[in-house]
């Protein structure tokens, strides 16, 4: 008995005729291709045409839903940033501005202040520096949670923060009831720091003179502080408030000028900036504590060395030419 060969045949495609008879032989001699040619060439061709249809009908619903999706978007999303941007200066719109613009301010000063003002690099060089100093009289404008920790580090000494925010006010007194903390309140927005600075460049009350801080005319003094910060010969002191982080928040201009007035009132007295990346603070820096007494720096934070009644005809050797 010859052994039996299958036949390949679809069911779906009648017209396929059988081949005609032929000997065992024969059939072992052909090539496979040609046994099942004309049942896979019947299977193969609707589907081919199909594909482009499939792939169109895929790609107009991805289109659509994309369609959708930008228009929901655009539709639902108010445009906060370019709210905030128009109002960072005085002008008629701002006042009409949609109440959610001062609502969405709020809360991202909230974030703000939330956020670590200190990394970890710039605390050591602060902290080691109180080290050597302790003790001392160190004064702190700010109060952010990590600097709570110079009291006990300063132990003997005298410390005093400087803060306008109550809630940090609230949560330093509930750590250490002990701790030596003023409310101050900040009249000077940021975005008036380059008129502050072309009017101290041009008016003499603003030149260097410690004695006469508290009865200065000169805008960047301050003047509502605590006796103590006027009294006392201060070894170290911090800037860093009030926060300066939008052109309508409190800026630092004032903190600066005065951290050096009293910087200048003893003997050598070591002033700290931080953010120092923003240009408030990198261009009093330069104007009041000069580059020539910056002593060391970490992260955004400098360190100024300043010697006691330097300058007192300017705060620094090569002051800058006043703004025309």
Known sequence: MPPEVPHYRSLATPLVKPSPPSSPESQFNLPVGRKYFRANKSMAIPGRKLIPYVVFILASISILRLLRIAITTSSSAPPLPAL???CSTPSPACDKAPSHTSRSQKVQQKISAEAPSITKKEYELLSDLIKRKAPCNLLVFG???QYLKLSSINSGGTTIFLEDDPDRISAA???SSSTQIYKIDYQTPAKKAYKLLEHARKSPACAPNPEMLQNSSCKLALKNLP???YEIKWNVVVVDGPSGH????????GAIYTASMIARAGNTTDVLVHDVDRTIEKWFSWEFLCD????ASKGKLWSFRIPGKSNSSGFCSDQIVAIE
């Open 143 to 145: 109060a952010e949670p």
């Open 84 to 86: 905030q941007y128009a």
């Open 173 to 175: 007194r509930e750590k």
């Open 246 to 253: 939008s052109p309508e928040a409190p800026g630092r201009m």
């Open 227 to 229: 006796h103590e910060v």
């Open 292 to 295: 020539e007494n910056l002593v």
